[in-house]
């Protein structure tokens, strides 16, 4: 009789039998973790198999997380530990309004100078104040007293906000005096409201 079972499970056995019992044996028994990987078929995990707060960042790939991937809002300050974010972390548009600047859309800096020539033509991109997304320079013209053009090279301003003020401690007030493509135009003026010529700072946002 034991000959008749023997001979009856031996016909039966199959190859695919004999690796799917193994398989089956390796993970009941622990250490069958790299078998039970292998098993999951490709892009079938998704946010309901991944336990919240589990994902690390050496889980990341440098750069694999970009604008696209994140909803509207998505980050928070709360969200981001103090000093935890550079520029050289983003993409360009990583983080979208609003978020990281609070409840009210704010946006995110696409630029900022610091006019530390008042009466000339000046190359402000290395002056230490001054910032262009784009990589490119930042020059402005001088093109008469109080007025003046201030261009960031390689980058589009057209939407978004630009502020202009007045910088250190005179009466002089500074404003847009429009904006566009690459380009700002800067009028600053004296008390009376005559034109002058004064330092100013610029920030233009999304």
Request: contains cysteine; aromatic residues 8%.
């Amino acid at each position: 009789m034991d000959d008749l079972m023997f001979s009856t499970l031996k016909t039966r056995m199959t190859y695919a039998n004999v690796a799917s019992t193994t398989a089956l044996v390796l993970v009941i028994g622990g250490g069958g973790a790299a078998v039970a990987a292998s098993m999951v078929p490709a892009n079938s995990v998704g946010s309901r198999q991944i336990v919240n707060n589990s994902v690390k960042t050496a889980d990341l790939k440098d750069g694999g997380v970009t604008g696209t991937d994140l909803k509207d809002g998505g980050v928070t300050g709360a969200d981001v530990a103090d000093g935890g974010l550079s520029g050289s972390d983003l993409a360009g548009g990583a983080i979208d309004r609003p978020g990281l600047f609070g409840t009210g859309d704010l946006g995110v800096v696409r630029a900022y100078a610091w006019n530390n020539s008042p009466s000339a033509d000046a190359n402000l991109t290395n002056n230490g104040y001054t910032y262009n997304r784009s990589g490119g320079a930042v020059n402005v013209v001088h093109n008469g007293t109080g007025s003046y053009t201030v261009t960031f090279a390689g980058l589009n301003l057209n939407g978004g906000n630009v502020v202009v003020s007045g910088y250190g401690g005179s009466a002089t007030w500074c404003k847009v005096g429009s904006w566009g493509s690459s380009s700002v135009n800067v009028r600053c003026f004296d008390a009376a409201g005559a034109p002058v010529d004064d330092y100013w700072t610029l920030a233009a946002s999304d």
